[in-house]
């Protein structure tokens, strides 16, 4: 009896496998293009991937849509220049938004040398070879960022913080990741306070503040190895702070601290309370160790944290899966969300590995993952013929306005007597968000002209004097004088082009 179940089993299951094979062929038979579009020969693979939902790709909403973009990548780090280059590399008309850290945070690191094939390079350096190899191929990076997508409709509908709304076919998210801070995790008093008047998350940019100057770095990982040995060159002195009884950091890097006598770690540490002046700067940092149940506390001016990061997924929750600390879900070991024809690469799909060469490897899988979506779903030359009229043209306006350069306190005292509105912006060369801002403010100078003066201090030529005078101590700063006098000032901040203008508008109206 045993035998005979086994065999009806056996008869049943073979039946349903060949009816499922035969249902399968014949859909790929059929596939499932964009209606009415031609496939161009031998370009396209006639098989639709198991993603395909016709009722959603429908080919005549691409062809009615404005602003269409093939392949949209959301940022710029290693992830998002990757997928860029493999986009354009494969013909796609391939649009990169950089987001307000243009390279993302391989931008804020310094030396990588676990890249393969280059033994040592700036991380910055590293971001702006990929750039401008994806730009060779075609792709262009816009600066701008996506605010606001909707992927409940096809093209999705993606709106930048400019305004600019576009439709895109298909969509890397690649915005990696943002830092940790201590208030996320425990209350600690005077982090909110000094931020960016001595608490940061940015070695390479805030170092040189710290000349002379006693820091501690809080973390135990790769990067707090790396922003404490990177401080040494400035610093007086350096305490790592790290909460548990071992460093989280590659051997390699836990080796590399033994050439740096200048650093010490504390273990068994977290701090409870960052202590400052009247003048908003740190002036210590109370710790505590839970082995000894001790507290004590340390002088100090600068608190560096290095406490890993958060993915940057916020605007894309309503519509892709991400998992309870916020990380897109991916469906398999390739790049797919769980929406068709969006697609996720590096830090804000990647929990474990975080590297930039996996981000990058991710960013590649991504754009062929797009490219096999959209072939798959009958993009081919004719349907590009039909819908390049209709590709989105970024137009950069040209920035005409000379942002003035203020080296001394002679050169600020100058221009703010020649002007009654001075805005000044304080950045420093391997701070990527810096570069973000002269963009914005020199975009938004363009437009207003001669009703404002805009001007740059850089710290890697501006003299001490002029970091003391106005009591910096975090780039990148946009400083607002109002008739010779600081009015105000914002630390750490980035704006759109938008949100300055506006703003500036304001201050020219009250004037
Ligand atoms: P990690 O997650 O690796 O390390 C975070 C560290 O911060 C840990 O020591 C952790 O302690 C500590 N920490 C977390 N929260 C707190 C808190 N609230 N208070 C005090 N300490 C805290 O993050 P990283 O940014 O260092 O690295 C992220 C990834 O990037 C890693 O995969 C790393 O390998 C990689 N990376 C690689 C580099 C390179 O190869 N050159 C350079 C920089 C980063 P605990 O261990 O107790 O959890």
């Known amino acids: 009896m045993k035998t005979v179940i086994q065999i009806a089993k056996l008869v049943l299951g073979s039946a349903l496998f060949l009816l499922g094979a035969f249902f399968i062929l014949v859909h790929v038979g059929?596939?499932?293009?964009?209606?009415?579009?031609?496939k161009s020969k031998g370009s396209v693979p006639s098989q639709p991937t198991a993603l395909s939902q016709p009722q959603l790709f429908d080919s005549k909403k691409a062809l009615q849509s404005k602003n269409i973009v093939p392949l949209v990548v959301i940022g710029s780090g290693p992830a998002g220049l990757s997928a860029a280059l493999y986009g354009a590399r494969s013909s796609l008309y391939t649009l990169v938004f950089e987001g307000r850290t243009p390279g993302g945070q391989l931008t804020e690191t310094t030396y990588v040398e676990n890249w393969p094939g280059t033994p040592k390079l700036l991380g910055a350096e590293l971001i702006n070879i990929t750039r401008k190899q994806a730009e060779r191929f075609g792709a262009i990076v816009i600066a701008d960022s996506i605010a606001n997508v909707d992927f409940s409709q096809w093209p999705f509908l993606l709106k930048t913080e400019e305004g600019h709304e576009l439709h895109a076919l298909s969509v890397v998210i690649a915005t990696g990741a943002k830092p940790r801070l201590l208030n996320d995790t425990r209350k600690t008093p005077g982090e909110k306070e000094y931020w960016a008047h001595g608490v940061t998350t940015c070695a390479v940019c805030d170092a040189p503040f710290y000349k002379g100057k006693k820091v501690v770095v809080v973390g135990g990982g790769d990067s707090a190895v790396?922003?404490?040995?990177?401080?040494?060159?400035?610093?007086?002195?350096?305490?790592?702070?790290?909460?548990?009884?071992?460093?989280?950091?590659?051997?390699?890097m836990q080796a590399r601290?033994?050439?740096?006598?200048?650093?010490?770690?504390?273990?068994?540490?977290?701090?409870?309370?960052?202590?400052?002046?009247?003048?908003?700067?740190v002036t210590a940092v109370k710790i505590h160790n839970?082995?000894?149940?001790?507290?004590?506390?340390?002088?100090?001016?600068?608190?560096?944290?290095?406490?890993?990061?958060?993915?940057?997924?916020?605007?894309?929750?309503?519509?892709?899966?991400?998992?309870?600390?916020?990380?897109?879900?991916?469906?398999?070991?390739?790049?797919?969300?769980?929406?068709?024809?969006?697609?996720?690469?590096?830090?804000?799909?990647?929990?474990?590995?975080?590297?930039?060469?996996?981000?990058?490897?991710?960013?590649?899988?991504?754009a062929l993952d797009a490219y096999e979506f959209l072939q798959a779903h009958g993009y081919n030359e004719s349907f590009v013929k039909q819908?390049?009229?209709?590709?989105?043209?970024?137009?950069?306006?040209?920035?005409?306005?000379?942002?003035?350069?203020?080296?001394?306190?002679?050169?600020?005292?100058?221009l703010a007597q020649e002007h009654p509105l001075l805005i000044v912006e304080v950045g420093a060369e391997h701070c990527a968000s810096c570069k973000t801002l002269v963009k914005t403010m020199?975009?938004?100078?363009?437009?207003?002209?001669?009703?404002?003066?805009?001007?740059?201090?850089?710290?890697?030529?501006?003299?001490?004097?002029?970091?003391?005078?106005?009591?910096?101590?975090?780039?990148?700063?946009?400083?607002?004088?109002?008739?010779?006098?600081?009015?105000?000032?914002y630390d750490q901040q980035l704006f759109s082009k938008r949100e300055l203008y506006t703003m500036i508008n304001q201050l020219l109206a009250d004037a």
């Open 290 to 366: 839970v082995q000894e149940k001790k507290s004590q506390v340390l002088p100090v001016a600068g608190v560096f944290l290095a406490i890993g990061h958060h993915p940057n997924s916020d605007i894309f929750k309503k519509w892709v899966t991400t998992d309870k600390e916020g990380y897109i879900t991916l469906t398999s070991r390739n790049q797919h969300t769980n929406v068709p024809g969006v697609f996720a690469a590096g830090d804000v799909s990647d929990k474990v590995y975080k590297q930039a060469g996996v981000a990058s490897g991710d960013g590649i899988k991504a």
């Open 30 to 38: 059929r596939g499932c293009s964009f209606g009415g579009i031609e």
């Open 257 to 281: 601290l033994k050439e740096f006598p200048k650093i010490k770690v504390l273990y068994n540490t977290y701090i409870e309370e960052i202590v400052g002046d009247k003048t908003l700067s």
């Open 226 to 252: 790396e922003e404490a040995t990177y401080l040494t060159a400035y610093a007086e002195s350096v305490i790592m702070l790290v909460r548990g009884p071992a460093l989280r950091a590659a051997p390699a």
């Open 442 to 489: 020199q975009s938004v100078a363009s437009q207003l002209g001669e009703k404002a003066s805009f001007a740059t201090i850089s710290l890697d030529d501006s003299s001490q004097e002029l970091i003391k005078r106005f009591n910096l101590k975090s780039v990148p700063s946009l400083l607002i004088f109002k008739k010779e006098k600081l009015s105000s000032r």
């Open 387 to 414: 819908i390049e009229k209709n590709y989105f043209d970024p137009h950069p306006e040209a920035d005409t306005y000379k942002l003035r350069k203020i080296l001394s306190v002679k050169d600020f005292e100058k």
